[in-house]
């Protein structure tokens, strides 16, 4: 009697509220209701939480863009699109939706490739290879901030480990001045990057990897098709949901990155490692001028929105269905 | 034959396990060093083995601060973020009601877009809710931003479990919360430990939100405390060398004793996003 829930709750998306007509009906009707508020009742806290921290901030954001503001008191300054315009004539900004770029190339053309190489080697039978899964994965468990200033002083000029080792295998000519050097900064912050994130990509391949049945490639074994064969024929097209799944996540993390950069150059020498964040950052809160530095947060908001829509409707529509309703393995 | 074959790819993963270790171990040698002889004699071992800089950290009080406020924030985000995606998830898995898929989308959205993005207005709202400076500020937006994740792994879980057990829970007279509670939450332990250990590893490490909110050094986390104590100490490299080891400690433990969970989570967490 106190099944104020549906038992299967497999079948379909939404229950119409029935019409409160007839007289049998009421009881039934009045059940579904006391079910509709049970269940929502459950979500009530996440909702508060989410609403209140995430989507109303976003919102207050897109207000603050269109205001010449402080931060203190609230907004009152219209300036129209003033903010945006400005935005898009700042050549620091504009450089930083360049590097963000150049880091999304490298990190597709590289460090991912890379981080897939690593993941096929480590899939095979091997000596160690639990050794190096673990040591591979290990800094993503280490903070950006600890990252960073760890690398900003073996990448230190001269006296850091980095010159040091080139130094002591006659290559001083590659050694020099790294993150404060203008041309190398990137490159360097690349670096650091690959080695604190492709284990991360590498677990995901793994996973995937490892959900692939091994009659599939021991069958293309028997046809005769070499090991490229098999790697570009047969795993590849299966590793594809999670290809597709870590280049989003690689991408959103070029759009977002900040840590690293705070802690190694704060965006120097300068601007030349500047990210959007460290912008929004640099106005919002040393600068105080929030009106602008909100129309930097809309703009990466805006650039998250248009590339999830687009990746989602182009890319990963065929995998949506079975990424958000099933659960393949138990996870642990 | 076999080993002659993997001989190269052998020889690829011991330089790539070298570049990974290097750095770790780099710091950890010269963390046993002065500056002066880090200067000299950057990778071998120390000419004498100097634990002053080590035992002097752990000496002060202000690391062990460091230490219980990340604790003590992680913990927190971490109990709140659970419980309250449980409960969230719990609804998504089993009620069929009106406005349901609507809601799952809100909240996988929030997977789209990233901390930095809504950092500024944030703090404006944490500035007016007087929650600078307070544990609670970097809490509840850890937790809310937390939720989109945990929520979708949790759902995943709870709808696997046999809707047999429902009814019979039912027939026994049990309320829909009595079912969530007793049977559901054991049932889902696995799952739990999962999206824990998730949320743990995220608030350690955060940085951008408590150096938002913590002007004052009072509620300072670990990822704070090693970026200030870098700029106080620049000119004594062994020192700073020696902090981040300590800094280091604690997560790559916990990675050691939950590797399980956190590989399996973030595979399960990125199939399904």
Not at chain 1, 95 to 121: E, H, K, T, Y
Not at chain 1, 194 to 208: C, D, E, N, R
Not at chain 2, 213 to 242: C, H, I, M, N
Request: aromatic share 14%.
């Amino acid at each position: 009697m106190t099944s104020t829930f549906l038992p299967d709750q497999r079948k379909g998306p939404d229950v119409a509220l029935p019409p409160p007509a007839a007289a049998s009906a009421r009881g039934r009707a009045r059940r579904r209701l006391l079910n509709w508020l049970t269940a929502v009742g459950f979500q009530v806290p996440a909702l508060v939480l989410f609403i209140g921290l995430v989507l109303l901030p976003m919102l207050f954001a897109l207000y603050a863009a269109f205001f010449r503001w402080g931060g203190f008191g609230m907004p009152s300054d219209y300036i129209g699109a003033d903010n945006f315009t400005h935005l898009f004539d700042d050549p620091v900004f504009l450089g930083d939706l360049w590097r963000c770029l150049l880091l999304v190339v490298l990190s597709l053309a590289l460090q991912l490739p890379f981080a897939l190489a690593m993941a096929v080697a480590l899939n095979q039978k091997l000596r160690g290879r639990a050794v190096y899964r673990m040591l591979f994965f290990a800094p993503y468990v280490l903070s950006e901030a600890i990252t960073g200033v760890l690398f900003s002083m073996i990448f230190a000029p001269d006296d850091g480990l980095a010159d040091h080792v080139l130094g002591a295998i006659g290559l001083d000519t590659l050694g020099g001045e790294w993150f404060a050097d203008p041309s190398w900064v990137m490159a360097s912050l690349f670096l650091v990057m690959t080695w604190k994130y492709f284990g991360f990509h590498m677990m995901l391949y793994l996973a995937g990897l490892q959900s692939i049945p091994a009659e599939l490639t021991e069958a293309a074994l028997i046809d005769g098709a070499n090991p490229w064969q098999r790697f570009r024929n047969v795993i590849l097209p299966l590793l594809a949901p999670t290809l597709r799944i870590s280049v989003f996540l690689s991408v959103i993390g070029a759009i977002q990155l900040f840590d690293l950069v705070w802690v190694i150059t704060q965006g120097g020498p300068d601007h030349h490692s500047e990210t959007m964040a460290v912008t929004m950052f640099q106005y919002g809160f040393k600068r105080y001028q929030v009106g602008y530095a909100s129309a930097i947060s809309v703009v990466m908001f805006g650039i998250c929105l248009v590339f999830a829509l687009a990746y989602q409707r182009f890319v990963l529509r065929r995998d949506l269905e079975g990424a958000t309703t099933t659960m393949r393995g138990d996870g642990t | 034959m076999k080993t002659v074959r993997n001989l190269p790819l052998h020889a690829v993963l011991v330089v790539v396990g070298a570049v990974m270790v290097v750095p770790l171990l780099y710091a950890v040698l010269s963390g046993f060093k002065s500056t002066d002889e880090l200067s000299r004699n950057a990778f071998g071992f120390p000419e004498r083995w100097l634990t002053g800089n080590y035992t002097d950290i752990l000496g002060s009080g202000a690391f062990w601060r460091l230490l219980g406020n990340s604790t003590l924030i992680a913990v927190a985000t971490t109990v709140l973020v659970v419980a309250v995606s449980a409960l969230a998830s719990f609804s998504f898995a089993r009620f069929a009601f009106r406005g349901r898929e609507v809601l799952f989308t809100l909240f996988t959205m929030g997977l789209m877009f990233p901390f930095a993005v809504a950092a500024l207005p944030l703090f404006l709202l944490l500035r007016s809710l007087g929650l600078l400076d307070n544990p609670l500020g970097v809490i509840l937006p850890q937790a809310a931003f937390g939720l989109p994740m945990t929520i979708i792994i949790l759902r995943a879980f709870f709808r696997q479990i046999p809707g047999e057990l429902e009814e019979a829970a039912t027939l026994d007279g049990c309320s829909a919360f009595g079912f969530f509670w007793r049977v559901l939450l054991p049932m889902a332990r696995p799952a739990l430990g999962t999206v824990s250990v998730l949320a743990v590893v995220t608030s350690w490490n955060n940085f951008m939100l408590p150096l938002l909110v913590f002007t004052d050094s009072k509620w300072w986390t670990l990822p704070l405390g090693v970026a200030q104590f870098q700029g106080e100490y620049s000119a004594q490299y062994a020192r700073v060398f020696a902090y981040l080891v300590l800094a280091m400690v604690p997560a790559l433990a916990f990675y050691s004793v939950a590797e399980r969970q956190l590989v399996g989570g973030l595979a399960a967490g990125a199939t399904k996003g």
